[in-house]
């Protein structure tokens, strides 16, 4: 009989922290797909895709527009169950390795802790990289529920918790190290447990949707700039300027760096997108090299993988940050680190409105379409963030 992704998930978190682990990673993985081998009827709690489908939402480039809900009455929270929804892998490989499965283990929290009920969720490339098995040697042991960006309420906290409260409103990317044995339980889940340092009260004037969409890109996109030195008057490209890190990277430059002059790439139907979010020349990828360009930049912020061609449009002793692909000299990779003292020092220009959440408008996905939202940000098609909600 096939057992359960979720059950063995349970399992391999319910031991106590004094007993040896009988499920060691590489012992688990292959009970794991022995039993799989065993059964050729896939696992009872997955439910039907594509049964609702929220309606189709504009792209919102404009985050403070609307009111942000009212704050959650703690004394109303729910009590907390010993059992959730989850979206669960086991294994390695495309989209079709996703479960749903709605018995697996509300984590337990440590003492520098919280456990949030997750409101929205958001999806990043390194989040089908990791599914895909790009980072197994790094990674944390199989079974995983994914998801790095989350926006959610505070139901619990650890006992060496200092700022949160049960009631407090929070986003954040969960995930300290993205590439380095990040969380086993991620944020595709009702409940999630977080570092309270990775965590930043939610912007008063966003909701959880824009508040899910901004975590991890908003990190990478501001601590890439600092790497480079990045200050007032210097000019700089980014390429993909549409895409969750670019949108946001133009913001930054622009409104809290200070830049002289922003460029960015895109295809056609985006460039007037670029240019609402402050880019002072939009450059169409499918009509013109922008490696042909006769002007130069201080700093050229490749979020799409064209470092070898990057490097012929910065200045001499400028920088290139190379986010994905190979990296040519003065080309450099960057993987950032994740630091809830960044996101509260961006929430003052996220609340005054100089920046802003940039959501695709096929979603958000609602909870039971994850397999929809990993396939679509697969495609490279998306804009800005693929946000998941509601959760469940």
């Known amino acids: 009989m096939l057992t359960s992704t979720a059950s063995q998930l349970r399992t391999f978190h319910s031991l106590s922290p004094h007993q040896p682990n009988p499920f060691s990673p590489f012992k688990f993985f292959l009970t794991f797909r022995e039993n799989k081998k065993k059964s050729t009827s896939t696992t009872t709690s997955t439910t039907s895709l594509g ?19 009212a704050s959650t009455d703690a004394s109303k929270l729910s009590p907390i169950p010993s059992e959730m929804k989850a979206w669960v892998y086991g294994e390695y490989g495309g989209v079709d390795v996703l479960k749903l499965d709605s018995k697996v283990s509300v984590p337990e929290v440590k003492e520098d802790q919280v456990l949030i009920k997750v ?22 042991p199989l079974p995983t529920v994914p998801g790095y960006d989350v926006a959610g309420v505070v139901v619990k906290v650890g006992s060496q918790v200092k700022d949160l409260k049960v009631g407090d409103e929070v986003y954040g990317d969960i995930n300290e190290k993205a590439l380095e044995g990040p969380n086993q339980f991620g944020s595709l889940a009702e409940y999630t447990a977080v570092e309270e340092k990775l965590l930043a009260p939610k912007p008063k004037n966003l909701d959880f949707v824009q508040a899910a969409a901004l975590p991890l890109a908003i990190e990478t996109a501001y601590e890439g700039l600092e790497r480079t030195g990045f200050s007032a008057g210097k000019s ?36 007037e997108l670029l240019k609402s979010l402050g880019a002072d020349l939009a450059i169409d990828y499918t009509k013109e090299n922008f490696e042909d360009l006769t002007e130069k930049f201080d700093v050229v912020y490749d979020a799409i993988g064209q470092c070898d061609k990057a490097v012929k ?80």
């Open 119 to 140: 409101v929205a969720a958001a999806l990043n490339p390194v989040d089908f990289k990791r599914r895909q098995g790009k980072f197994k040697a790094t990674d944390s």
């Open 313 to 392: 449009v910065v200045k001499e002793g400028g920088s290139v940050v190379a986010l994905t692909g190979a990296v040519t000299p003065p080309g450099f990779r960057f993987v950032v680190t994740s630091n809830g003292a960044v996101l509260r020092k961006l929430n003052p220009f996220l609340e005054s409105g100089k920046v802003k959440a940039v959501i695709d408008p096929k979603g958000p996905f609602p909870f039971t379409q994850i397999v929809e939202a990993f396939s679509y940000i697969e495609s490279n098609r998306a804009t800005g963030k693929v946000v998941i909600h509601p959760i469940p």
């Open 51 to 69: 049964q609702t489908r929220v309606p189709t939402l504009p792209l919102r480039v404009s985050a403070n527009s609307q009111a942000a809900p």
């Open 236 to 271: 700089i490209l980014v390429l993909n300027g549409a895409g969750g890190v670019g949108s946001l990277v133009i913001q930054l430059a622009k409104q809290v760096f200070g830049a002289s002059r922003v460029a960015a790439t895109s295809s056609t139907g985006k460039l």
